[in-house]
């Protein structure tokens, strides 16, 4: 069972509000990354980072900002929600490597923009 | 893209037959990865198969790698209707880090 959490389960909320995502992990792995996933659809990653201090943007191009200040913790803020925010947000975590470890996941957050 | 495309998008099996989905990708890979997904959840990693590795064997699962015409499958044996579920794979290009995901194969199995 992965030891990676991922708080709301669930948002809605109204047009311009900000909002923070969160995910910790207890595993102590080095590589945290944030992906978006619409219904049936594809993951895209948005944000990565391979340790503290350290944030790098993904493939997707995303308003959304991360921050990496403790190992566990890596929160994703969006300043002003949109309806075009509306998504699944999965964060996941991996052991340093070569490259290409696997991932593991958290249960995700569903952001609603209304 | 390096993102792998799977194949079929859509799988309806009866319990107890065996279900196949392939994967295709692009460029050269360090290695490929199987994840399950079930509906709103996050993923579970299944299995990964490294790019010197041909067949890999986890209990139920079985992964094939052809290098050679840049493609994987995974074979579900004795199918449950737990296995209902959407599978992604997803490939470690050689030079990248990230891994990057296909479109997923929804798989439903019906008691």
């Known amino acids: 069972e992965a030891d990676i959490y991922q708080t709301p389960r669930y948002l809605v909320i109204g047009t311009g509000k900000k909002i923070t995502l969160e995910c910790s992990q207890t595993?102590?792995?080095?590589?945290m990354y944030w992906y978006q996933q619409d219904p049936g659809m594809e993951l895209h990653l948005i944000h990565y980072?391979?340790?503290?201090?350290?944030?790098e943007k993904g493939d997707l191009s995303s308003e959304s900002t991360v921050s990496r200040i403790r190992t566990e913790h890596f929160p994703l803020t969006l300043e002003s929600a949109r309806p075009s925010h509306t998504s699944q947000y999965l964060c996941?975590?991996?052991?340093?490597?070569?490259?290409?470890?696997?991932?593991?996941f958290g249960s995700g957050t569903q952001l609603s923009v209304l | 893209s390096q993102q792998g495309e799977e194949d079929p998008q859509a799988l309806s099996i009866q319990e107890g037959e065996n279900a196949t989905m392939n994967c295709s990708y692009k460029?050269?890979?360090?290695?490929l990865q199987w994840y399950r997904q079930n509906s709103g959840r996050g993923l579970v990693h299944l299995i990964l198969?490294?790019?010197?590795?041909r067949e890999k064997h986890s209990g139920r699962l079985r992964v094939t790698l052809d290098t050679s015409k840049k493609s994987s499958s995974l074979l579900i044996t004795a199918s449950r209707a737990a296995d209902t579920a959407s599978y992604f794979c997803?490939?470690?290009?050689?030079?990248?880090?990230?891994?990057?995901f296909g479109t997923g194969t929804r798989l439903t199995v019906i008691p």
């Open positions: 996941a975590s991996s052991a340093a490597g070569t490259g290409n470890e696997k991932l593991f």
């Open positions: 595993m102590g792995h080095d590589k």
């Open positions: 980072s391979y340790g503290v201090n350290s944030t």
């Open positions: 460029t050269s890979i360090n290695n």
């Open positions: 198969i490294r790019s010197n590795e």
């Open positions: 997803a490939t470690g290009p050689t030079g990248a880090n990230n891994l990057f």
